[in-house]
Structures are given as C-alpha cells and as structure tokens.
Nanobody
C-alpha cells in the first residue's frame, strides 16, 4: 500500500501563492503516476495536475495552466503543487492521488481558501 499525507493548505488573499506537498510512504516504488485533484463545496472532484513518478510527463487542467506547477522530489517521495496568482474560485479541498498498477490511493486532503 501507499500512504499519502498532504500539507501546505491555508487561507490566502487573491493573487497570493501557496505550495502544497504530498508526502508518500509505503510501497512507493510501485507508483506510476501522481495527481492533484480538488473539490469545492457542492461540486464534483476535479483533476488539477499530474506527473509521472519518473518525472517524464506532466499534465494540467486548463483552468490552472500558467498559474500552477506540479513537481516531485524522488529522494523525498514528495510531490508538490506550486500555486500562484490564486483566485477565489481555486478555493477547495486539494487531494493527492497515487496510481500503481494494482490500485489507487488518496490522501486526506488539505483545505485551500482564497479570499477576494
């Protein structure tokens, strides 16, 4: 199994920045892909950004292109989401997801609130 712990959320004003972290532990060697998702109140969970564990491929949702950047530190088994130029509509709980050939794993989420 893979355990995921997100951190770095908080309250920030519009235009500000936050960096989320997702620390992975357990059978991380089997991880193929890491993704960030978010879920706002009353809305479905949506994809934000993803990265292959070997770092060779990245993807982002159109709504965050040019503002958010996903990266990973293989030595620390950690994936980051750098969020710049935050908007009130970015307010949500942000979740980390790890995909292995056998299963998917989710973290508990971290709250991001952007005030106008």
């Amino acid at each position: 199994q893979v355990q995921l712990v997100e951190s770095g959320g908080g309250l920030v004003q519009a235009g500000g920045s936050l960096r989320l972290s997702c620390a992975a532990s357990g059978r991380t060697f089997s991880t193929d892909y890491m993704r960030w998702y978010r879920q706002a109140p009353g809305k479905e969970r949506e994809f934000v950004a993803g990265i292959r564990w070997n770092g060779n491929s990245r993807s982002q949702a159109d709504s965050v292109k040019g503002r958010f950047t996903i990266s990973r530190d293989a030595a620390k088994n950690t994936v980051y989401l750098q969020m710049n130029s935050l908007k009130p509509e970015d307010t949500a709980i942000y979740y980390c997801r790890a995909t292995t050939p056998a299963s998917d794993y989710w973290g508990q989420g971290t709250q991001v609130t952007v005030s106008s």
